[in-house]
């Protein structure tokens, strides 16, 4: 029977496909397929069809890896699905749904979704989460809106949701922005609209070695060092989570120097969970408008998680330089 027009479902990980088994009393990624599927009305259920990709916990993945991914939906897409959804887990899916978006170019809605407990603990949100993304895939509400994360009743921008607690099942948001849409019932109704970046080529993959380093009182100096290339190390790029506006420590500043020297691209954030970078008239050493003068890359408000992954994927598509900020600081 021909998939055209359904919605695959893509299981890439995480608590939704995880079980327990009785035995160990150890919760295994062992959930069948069928079993999930379980949990849809049948009205759902036909107009699904399963890629069993992947049951790897989030933290296990890699930039490349999600690549991988991203070229498993695309060709869903090019076989005739009519949206996506994907099962992953809460760790990590933040990343791989902003990664997504920074390569979706078709219309066909892709939904993340995440279980902050399995299907068979007290108080799972499994079975909802899988069903409203479902329902979100299916509505023409969400066409052509890129990447959306559902969890907690709401769907949020691939390039707005964060994490900010671990241990409650209402943990991710969208700080100052709010989800993008919520559900009554089950209609999709959406709140808002909001900009996308510029869409990159697929076929280019991500740059492998990009690192973030956090500015700390006093500490850094060490790692930085480490981190500066040779004949044994290799580095494609480095994301700075500065202080403040982007002010580090005067002895970052050799290592930073050292880096442009190679070509190696140096972004610089703001270490803020809600900061903007801020070339304020200081003239310090370490200060942004010295680091601006040596050649680092202004992040502008990426957040340091969102800085590297752009950072890799602009140079996976082969930007450097003006281009590669250009982009950096696109919407």
């Not at 480095?238 to 500065?242: F, P, Q």
């Given at each position: ?6 919605i ?11 079980r327990?088994?009785?035995q160990?009393?150890?919760r295994?990624p ?5 079993e ?8 759902q259920r036909?107009?699904l069809f399963?890629v ?5 916990p989030s933290s ?12 498993v ?7 005739g699905?009519?949206g996506?959804?994907?099962t992953?887990g809460?760790d990590?899916i ?7 978006d920074l390569y979706?170019?078709?219309?066909q809605p892709?939904?993340f979704t995440a279980?902050?407990?399995p299907?068979d603990s007290i108080?799972s949100d ?7 993304s ?5 509505s023409?509400?969400?066409w052509?809106?890129g990447?959306l994360v559902?969890?907690?009743?709401q769907?949020f921008?691939?390039?707005e949701i ?20 919520q ?8 709140l808002?609209q909001?900009?996308?970046t510029?869409v990159?080529d697929?076929?280019s993959p991500?740059a492998?070695d990009?690192e973030?380093?956090?500015?700390s009182?006093?500490g850094?100096?060490?790692?930085l060092?480490?981190?500066v290339?040779d ?6 790029g ?5 202080f403040?506006g ?7 500043v050799?290592?930073?120097k ?6 190696v691209?140096v972004?610089?954030v703001?270490?803020c969970?809600k ?10 050493e370490g200060s942004m408008?010295?680091?601006?003068e040596?050649?680092v ?7 340091p998680?969102q800085?590297?992954i752009k950072?890799?994927a602009g140079?996976g598509?082969?930007?450097?330089k003006?281009?590669l900020q250009t982009y950096?600081?696109?919407d």
């Open positions: 029977m021909s998939n055209r027009g359904k695959a479902l893509v299981i890439a990980g995480g608590q939704m496909c995880m327990r088994n009785p160990t009393d150890i295994q062992t959930l069948p397929v069928e999930m599927l379980s949990w849809l009305p049948e009205a036909e107009k399963v069993d990709w992947s049951r790897q296990h993945y890699t930039l490349r890896m999600t690549g991988d991914l991203i070229q939906l695309s060709k869903s897409v090019v076989d699905a009519g996506l959804v994907v992953c809460t990590t933040e990343e791989m749904a902003y990664l997504t979706w170019a078709y219309p892709v939904i279980a902050h407990r299907f108080g499994a079975p909802l989460n899988l069903y409203q479902v329902l979100a895939a299916l023409g509400e969400c052509g809106m990447v559902c969890l907690q009743d769907l921008a691939a390039a964060t994490e900010t607690a671990n241990q409650r099942r209402c943990s991710f948001l969208s700080p100052d922005r709010g989800p993008l849409g559900f009554i019932g089950d209609r999709v109704d959406i808002r909001y900009r996308r510029r990159l697929e076929s991500p492998r990009v973030v380093l956090y500015a009182l006093g850094g100096d060490r790692i060092e480490l981190l290339p004949e044994k190390r290799q580095l494609d480095l994301v700075i989570a500065a403040g982007g002010n580090v420590p005067p002895s970052w050799p290592y930073i050292k880096l442009c020297k190679e070509e691209p972004v610089i703001s270490r969970q900061g903007h970078t801020l070339a304020a008239p200081n003239n310090f408008n010295r680091l601006l040596i050649c890359l202004d992040g502008g408000p990426l957040t998680m800085a590297r950072l890799a140079l598509a082969g930007l450097r003006t281009a950096l600081l696109e």
